[in-house]
């Protein structure tokens, strides 16, 4: 059934961002969570927290209520907590399994009904769409920022360029 192949595909591709997002953050220091390349740039440490929380507004409640919590305070997720590499993971596992655990939960039938996202309906698919592509936006700065900082000592996460093989 296509609506259970979709649920499949879908849960793999958000696996699949989230390991390789975490395949690079393994690679930079705990101090370079928090550095950012300029002003008004976004740190590891701010993509995490936005992620995060992002995550538990869209999928807390995903079919009953808005996307957009009233209690979500999205300013609040581009300050520097200062929060530790361990507290920093620890709540992006969380949020991770939450996602997950809603996509398990989903029916096929689940796919045919439309949820709110900032006042704004939107069908289920749409709005699992956007995250895709919302959290691949964010695993992509991820694995730049990371790159940068790990430097020479970065470890290639995909084909390596022509220059890089051995």
Known sequence: M???QYLDTVRAT???????????LVQVS??????????????????IQHMANNMKSRWTDFLT???????????????????????LMQVWDERWQLLDDVLADLTPEDLG?????RG??????????????????HVGQIVYLSKLFAGSE?????I???HQRK
């Open 65 to 87: 209520t808005d996307g957009e919590k009233p209690d979500r305070n999205r300013d609040a997720e581009f300050e520097d907590q200062q929060l530790s590499r361990d507290e």
């Open 30 to 47: 705990d101090e370079d969570l928090h550095k950012t390349l300029a002003p008004d740039t976004l740190s590891l440490a701010l993509i």
């Open 154 to 158: 970065w470890d290639v996460l995909s």
């Open 160 to 162: 390596p360029l022509p």
């Open 113 to 117: 009904k439309n949820v709110m996202i």
């Open 2 to 4: 296509f609506e259970t």
């Open 120 to 137: 704004e309906a939107h069908s289920v698919i749409d709005a699992i769409e956007r995250q895709v592509s919302h959290y691949g936006y």
């Open 14 to 24: 958000f696996k699949s961002q989230k390991q390789l997002a975490e395949r690079a």
